[in-house]
T-cell receptor, first 113, second 112 residues
Framework: DQQVKQNSPSLSVQEGRISILNCDYT??????FLWYKKYPAEGPTFLIS?????DKNEDGRFTVFLNKSAKHLSLHIVPSQPGDSAVYFC????????????FGGGTRLMVKP | DTEVTQTPKHLVMGMTNKKSLKCEQH?????MYWYKQKAKKPPELMFV???????INESVPSRFSPECPNSSLLNLHLHALQPEDSALYLC???????????FGPGTRLTVL
């Protein structure tokens, strides 16, 4: 049973436009959510996170939105750049239960010049 | 220094071999993790060490044996692996609480 899901395996966006990556979760005990970017044969690189007491967190071109009632979060990248092309993983954890990350299946983002 | 290092980068081993993967961090993090990632799949948690003690073992077969010699080092000892254990093995560390996990570059393991 997948507790964290990314329903879009891939997304293609034109350079300069907005990229929106979506993530859904089922475990209501998750209270910390993260987005990681991954290139092939490399470890995931942390992008941005949000705790369950917030509904938005922004860092430069990256904004994460959390809708707890819908158990949904999204990552907005604006403007998108070709260097953003990678696989993006959503992850969730229950901080007081060991802070183990449960990852979604990933979304491959392709930003076209 | 916000880096997690892992050695070796690549490892090929036979099913009867014994080998070890190494992970190191100097961020003062007290939580360290091993993940396994198969191709086109997300990372899956294997082990969690908290303050140098094994706190979580996600039902990993005993042919994988973790060790935390000190607060900066984490090893994964491998013995009698199967070809299906071939994967990218990722180490991560965290300051705990609402802090992100930092990942190393991984060890690409191939079991023949």
């Amino acid at each position: 049973d997948q507790q964290v899901k990314q329903n879009s395996p891939s997304l293609s966006v034109q350079e300069g436009r907005i990229s929106i990556l979506n993530c859904d979760y089922t475990n209501s005990m998750f209270d910390y959510f993260l987005w990681y970017k991954k290139y092939p044969a490399e470890g995931p690189t942390f992008l941005i996170s949000i705790s369950s007491i917030k509904d938005k967190n922004e860092d430069g071109r990256f904004t994460v939105f959390l809708n707890k009632s819908a158990k949904h979060l999204s990552l907005h990248i604006v403007p998108s750049q070709p260097g953003d092309s990678a696989v993006y993983f959503c992850a969730a954890s229950e901080v007081d239960a060991g802070n183990m990350l449960t990852f979604g299946g990933g979304t491959r983002l392709m930003v076209k010049p | 220094d916000t880096e997690v290092t892992q050695t070796p980068k690549h490892l090929v081993m036979g099913m009867t071999n014994k080998k070890s993967l190494k992970c190191e961090q100097h961020m003062g993090h007290r939580a360290m993790y091993w993940y396994k990632q198969k191709a086109k799949k997300p990372p899956e948690l294997m082990f969690v060490y908290s303050y140098e003690k094994l706190s979580i073992n996600e039902s990993v077969p005993s042919r994988f044996s973790p060790e935390c010699p000190n607060s900066s080092l984490l090893n994964l000892h491998l013995h009698a692996l199967q070809p299906e254990d071939s994967a990218l093995y990722l180490c991560a560390s965290s300051g705990g609480g609402y802090n992100e996990q930092f990942f190393g570059p991984g060890t690409r393991l191939t079991v023949l």
